[in-house]
């Protein structure tokens, strides 16, 4: 299941990736966008790290008007945005701290208004800043139930002292 995120602005106003490092980094994470160019309106999808975790998701740069089409909605609070960009993502929690972060960064800089399709919700800024610490907290324990524990073992190999004929080491090779 895909999940979607769309910033409507204007496109003088899109920061530049290194000011959307700097506003983040400014609110206490540690966040990198991993891509080289500078515009970010130059990909098809943004590679970036937060708090040491790596993630990739899709943007897209369209017409407000290919999105409202579809999002009657979202025409009202529309004024001189000439630009949407979508952010889609799977269920990946850092990348969906990354794109609530992001959209932050393009509310302080460029005045943007960012809408969750999915649930028809409009964010706010205050409810992506609330967002993105439930976003962290669930990464960290996917992390946590998928990383060994310290106490566990690993098993130890049995060591065979016959040796496996020709048609046992195929078969072997085969199941």
């Known amino acids: 299941m895909s999940m979607t995120q769309v910033a409507f602005l204007r ?3 899109i920061p ?3 000011q959307i490092e700097k506003t983040i980094q400014g609110l206490g994470y540690d966040f990198k966008i991993l891509d080289d160019p500078e515009n970010i309106t130059e990909l098809d999808g943004l590679s970036c790290s937060i708090n040491g975790h790596e993630t990739f998701f899709e943007t897209y740069f369209d ?3 290919e999105i ?3 999002c009657d909605w ?3 609070d529309l004024t001189n945005q000439d630009l949407a960009i979508s952010f889609v993502w ?3 929690f850092a990348a969906g701290a990354c794109i609530g972060l992001i959209s932050i960064a393009l509310i302080d800089k460029g005045q943007a208004l960012v809408y969750y399709l999915d649930d028809e919700m409009k964010y706010s800024r205050e409810m992506l800043v609330a967002d993105t610490p439930q976003f962290l907290s669930e990464l960290e324990k996917q992390k946590k139930l998928s990383a060994p524990s310290p106490t566990e073992q690993k098993p130890i190999k049995n060591m ?3 040796k496996k004929s020709f ?3 195929l078969k072997d090779l085969f199941k």
């Open 11 to 13: 496109k003088a106003d």
């Open 16 to 18: 530049k990736k290194t």
């Open 63 to 65: 017409q407000p008007t």
């Open 68 to 70: 409202t089409n579809d």
């Open 74 to 76: 979202i025409k009202p």
């Open 90 to 92: 799977g269920a990946d």
């Open 160 to 162: 065979e002292t016959t």
């Open 167 to 169: 048609w046992d080491k």
